[in-house]
């Protein structure tokens, strides 16, 4: 390799970390390893997320809201190839970018790899727990556990050597596998080896065991536990089966629960835990399906809408098995959602590890549970914007509105028949519609005349008054007229607008049945000026009978005064899934035509339906329209030297373009409109135009 060469390869790490490439999915584009599995910008992302080897993962997040995962190292084959502890970042649990090594070098203490780390922010300090695992041909060498410390979650982390080993406790087996919890002042650490969990006191600085305080909380069919509290309950997630043999694996997650820390804890069918003896024995909370095999080791954590989240590993039976010449073990990282029945929880939406799974903050993650968190068993949501095969015959109406509502969702190829749900003219939807919560002294309604340019007969412009404490007290209700079935989906539709800042509201769905937490949001769409249809796309997780069931537009803080017009909605017969409708029209185009005639429309997946003029197409003149896929905008030029730095629209240019521009860099737009974004002059966009990008703008 040349000088050179070698410059540019360092250039590329360097602006690959800043703009976080490892949570864009480019293995197919550089060649890069240890980058997530897919691209996770929208509204669902895909597992597993980040390989081939992320195996025990353990996980916390700072108070800026940053996740941040730590993995064993394993044993490779070569010492050199080990990572001292990989680390990853996530602003949203899905999108992963690598950090680097916690360590910079090997805990002196044992010459071994370094495996199952467990992380916490603890008295100031971020600490990491771990097992040193012997990598010479020394017999009297035993595994241990020992502990590092770091101002900052991405180290570098001091070591401070052993806290324990085999000759310090009296149990079998190997001192692996650390979990601390802190509880009343005073600091625990659980380990497990199959040989049992077991648990004893720290001293206060974290780095050495108080005598005498030693118990065990479960037999010797687990190891990787994690120990967390929900409500009245202590639970522990230990792991059971064989870990490591790639896809032969029999490795699950079983589940104990006590209401102190230290025990008895019993499974969901009330056998103690310290009678769990055997692998696989006790109820599955986690295990494989027909793609996903050996899941288990892993760590809980909490969104900001209360929904817990489970993060482990698994294997991919569609990629590889092992990672370097038979081994280690291609253990990925995979997240799934937690929903609970009867204070248990169910891992994934059948205790399995999912493909595909709605984002954290989208909610209606699966359709099961019951007590009101994770899914919570009330509404769920799923958007998407695919096409379906086959149409049938819609309601009949003459209402203008619905008559060019109907043109254009034809063009979507509906598997199955859609109803409207509020009647077939506008008056009938605008007289089901109320005020919210008794606050109709805080929101005032007016009529609104409009033009031609929109095809609907009326609309209001609401605008509050006197905000309620609650931001989001004041809504429009409709009430649904029909009685809806469990897994039906239902499209909401609006044309919007607000004649003040660019803002945005909320659209919502829920049953009278449901406890308040049991409900589900659409999108969160931003507003502009000028009038734009949006749709929002919602599975229902409950059935409900006619008047017990409800829409709702929030609006809230974020928008004071907004225009609504044209207010539908329509439910599906068997067949359609939320992924099969649009989402909403990208800002700037026209949806619907006043005369019926489906126009150009860009739905999140960057396709469009109709036909495109050379304009609309893009080339070498003009702004390519509608935007990127994620963006706030069409991209935009605006220096004057031909190319569009503001890659996704929102009027700035910084690294977020370099991160549009690298996720959508093999897109339709961009190819089409390749003068535009070439920032590296050789005719054709690629992966060079994004470092390109890059060094524009930090050079």
């Known amino acids: 390799m040349t000088a050179g060469d070698d410059t540019h390869s360092l250039n590329r790490r360097h602006v690959l970390k800043s703009i976080g490439v490892g949570a864009l999915g480019t293995t197919g584009i550089l060649g890069t390893s240890g980058s997530a599995i897919a691209d996770n910008g929208g509204t669902h992302y895909s597992n597993p997320l980040y390989g081939p080897d992320f195996a025990d993962p353990t996980i916390h997040r700072a108070e800026d809201g940053t996740w941040w995962a730590y993995a064993s190292n394993m044993s490779y084959i070569e010492d050199s190839d080990e990572r001292l502890i990989p680390i990853l970042s996530s602003p949203d649990l899905v999108n992963w970018t690598y950090e680097g090594e916690a360590f910079d070098s090997r805990p002196g203490w044992l010459y071994g790899s370094i495996w199952a780390p467990d992380v916490h922010y603890h ?92 118990n065990q909380i479960a037999g010797s ?69 027909d793609r996903f095999v050996g899941p288990g080791h892993g760590d809980v954590t909490v969104d900001d809408d209360g929904t817990y989240w489970f993060v482990y590993h698994a294997y991919d039976t569609e990629g590889p098995e092992f990672v370097d010449n038979g081994w280690p073990p291609a253990r990925q990282l995979f997240v799934d959602p937690i929903q609970w029945e009867d204070g248990w929880p169910i891992i ?43 149409y049938e015959t819609w309601t009949d109406t003459d209402d203008p ?61 609401f605008s509050v008054t006197d905000p309620p404490e609650n931001p989001w007290g004041i809504t429009l209700k409709s009430f649904g007229e029909r009685e809806l079935e469990r897994g039906q989906v239902l499209l909401g539709v609006a044309y919007m607008r607000t004649p003040g800042e660019e803002a945005s509201v909320t659209y919502k769905s829920t049953a009278s049945t449901n406890t308040p937490d049991n409900y589900v949001t659409g999108a969160q769409p931003p507003l502009g000026a000028e009038w734009q249809r949006y749709y929002f796309p919602i599975e229902f997780g409950v059935s409900a009978a006619p008047g017990e069931w409800w829409t709702e537009i929030w609006l809230g803080a974020a928008a004071q005064t907004v225009d609504i017009g044209g207010l539908a909605v329509i439910d599906f017969a068997e067949g359609v899934r939320a992924h099969d409708l649009p989402v909403r029209a990208e800002t700037g185009e026209t949806a619907v035509g006043t005369d019926g005639d489906t126009d150009t429309e860009t739905d999140t997946s960057g396709e469009s339906e109709g036909e495109q003029d050379d304009s609309e197409a ?45 996720t959508n860099v093999n897109s339709e737009v961009v190819q089409k409109n390749a003068d535009a974004y070439d920032f590296d002059g050789d005719g054709g966009v690629d992966v060079g135009d994004v470092l390109a990008l890059y060094r524009r703008i930090y050079q």
């Not at 997630?237 to 490795?251: A, I, M, P, V």
Request: hydrophobic share 25%; charged share 20%.
């Open 123 to 214: 008295d100031g300090q971020w600490v990491l727990f771990y097992a040193l695992w012997p990598r010479g041909d020394d017999d009297s060498q035993v595994p241990g556990i020992g502990v590092a410390t770091s101002e900052t979650p991405d180290g570098p982390f001091t070591d401070h050597g052993e806290i324990l080993s085999n000759p310090d406790h009296p149990y079998p087996g190997n001192t692996i596998d650390p979990y601390f919890a802190y509880h009343n002042g005073t600091p625990y650490l659980f380990w497990a080896n199959f040989a049992g969990i077991n648990v004893v006191e720290l001293t206060e600085d974290l780095q050495d065991y108080q005598p005498g305080t030693f």
């Open 348 to 390: 994934g939406c059948d205790g399995t590890p999912s493909s595909e799974m709605a984002v954290p903050g989208e909610g209606g993650y699966c359709s099961g549970g019951d007590d009101g968190t994770g899914d919570g068993g009330g509404v769920g949501d799923d958007v998407g914007d695919g096409t379906g095969d086959g």
């Open 221 to 289: 069919a687990y190891e990787g536990p994690a120990i967390f509290q929900r409500g009245d309950y202590w639970y522990v997630f230990g792991s059971t089966g064989d870990c490591c043999d790639g896809f032969d694996s029999t490795y699950e997650v079983e589940v104990g629960r006590s209401e102190n820390l230290l025990g008895p804890y019993h499974d969901r069918d009330g056998t103690p835990m310290l009678e769990r003896d055997e692998w696989n024995a006790g109820p599955t909370h986690l295990g494989d399906n």
């Open 618 to 662: 893009g080339g070498s003149e003009g702004t390519p329209a509608g935007g990127l896929p994620g963006g706030e905008g069409p991209s935009q030029d605006l220096d004057g030297d031909g190319l569009h730095e503001d890659v996704n629209g929102d009027g700035t240019v910084d690294v977020s373009d370099v991160r549009s521009l690298l």
């Open 401 to 461: 509105y619905y008559a060019t509502l109907v043109s254009d969702l034809t063009g979507y190829d509906l598997p199955s028949a859609g109803q409207f749900v509020n009647g077939t003219d506008e008056s009938v939807v605008w007289d089901t519609y109320e005020i919210d919560g008794g606050n109709a002294d805080r929101l005032e309604r007016s009529s609104l005349a409009v033009g031609d340019e929109v095809p609907f007969s009326e609309a209001a412009r």
